[in-house]
């Protein structure tokens, strides 16, 4: 199938969380399908550094400094634009690994703030931005933890079933409007910063997370599938994908060589 190329009203693309992972993988495949980027991220140096990468490289992007969950920064973010054509919410991350029990609520308000409410942010205030350009696309970065619980994992999964519900019921509540609400929800995905974060930058316990899986998702694999599903037709909606490593059957099944 081929791909779309953006029109002159949707050309814009705002990517959330997009110093580091995926968020930086799908800014760079974006701007190399013809999008021009905004990239937002708390890490101001981080996203003016990937910005510098891609003007080098010929693309249109522009960096941003945000934190999704200030939603007056993020309202006044907005009113840098009058049309946008694509809104990649990405931004989110997991904290912790405890059980119910013994959670920290400050982990899970944080996971909440940033996963759902930051996601409700950006989209409330862009999707008139969104409508204007006539061929809008909102995406929701969520993860299998959205589809299926674990053990230790309430908090995050809690979360990301949020931004699942979000995505799910803003696609019937906006049905009739020029706006396609995708889904992607990956599996294990090895990325430089996502279980260091987690495990409160301890090395050794984050790197048990892939200890003996042979080939986790990249950062790139999960780039390369926003790039493929923001760029189908304009009336191909891809309401939801699962992506998982080949080795990874479940959130609880999953294929060690140890």
């Known amino acids: 199938m081929a791909t779309a190329v953006p029109s002159a009203a949707s050309r814009i693309a705002v990517v959330t969380g997009a110093s580091s992972g995926i968020g930086a993988a799908t800014a760079r495949q974006l701007a190399e ?15 003016e550094a990937l910005a510098e990468e891609l003007t080098k490289a010929g693309h249109s992007a522009v960096a941003y400094q945000l ?5 007056t920064a993020v309202d006044e973010f907005a009113t ?10 990405n931004a989110g991350g997991a904290l912790g690994a405890d ?21 409700l942010n950006l989209t409330q205030a862009l999707l008139p931005k969104l409508v204007a350009s006539g061929d809008g696309v909102i995406v929701v970065v969520s993860s299998t933890a ?3 619980t674990y053990e ?5 999964v809690a979360a990301k079933h949020g931004a699942h519900v ?10 009739g409007r020029p706006v396609r609400v995708i889904e992607i929800a990956p599996g294990m995905v090895k990325t430089d910063e996502f279980a260091l974060t987690r495990f409160g930058g301890d090395a050794q316990q984050a790197a048990k997370v892939y200890q003996g899986v042979a080939e986790p998702l990249t950062a790139d694999d999960v ?11 304009s009336h191909v909606n891809v309401d939801l994908l699962v992506l998982r490593p080949r080795a990874q059957a479940s959130n609880t099944k999953v294929h060690r060589e140890l």
């Not at 934190?67 to 939603?71: K, S």
Request: charged share 20%; proline share 4%; aromatic share 8%.
């Open 33 to 47: 399908s013809g999008y021009r980027v905004v990239l937002t991220a708390r890490r101001k140096d981080r996203i």
């Open 67 to 71: 934190d999704v969950t200030d939603r």
């Open 80 to 89: 840098a634009f009058t049309t946008i054509g694509v809104l990649v919410n």
């Open 99 to 119: 059980p119910v029990a013994t959670g920290d609520p400050a982990d899970w308000r944080t996971m909440y703030e940033t996963n759902v409410i930051g996601t």
């Open 146 to 148: 959205g589809h299926g």
């Open 152 to 156: 230790g994992g309430a908090g995050y």
């Open 166 to 175: 979000l995505a799910e019921t803003l696609r019937l509540e906006i049905v």
């Open 223 to 233: 780039a390369e599938t926003i790039t493929w599903a923001v760029t189908r037709p």
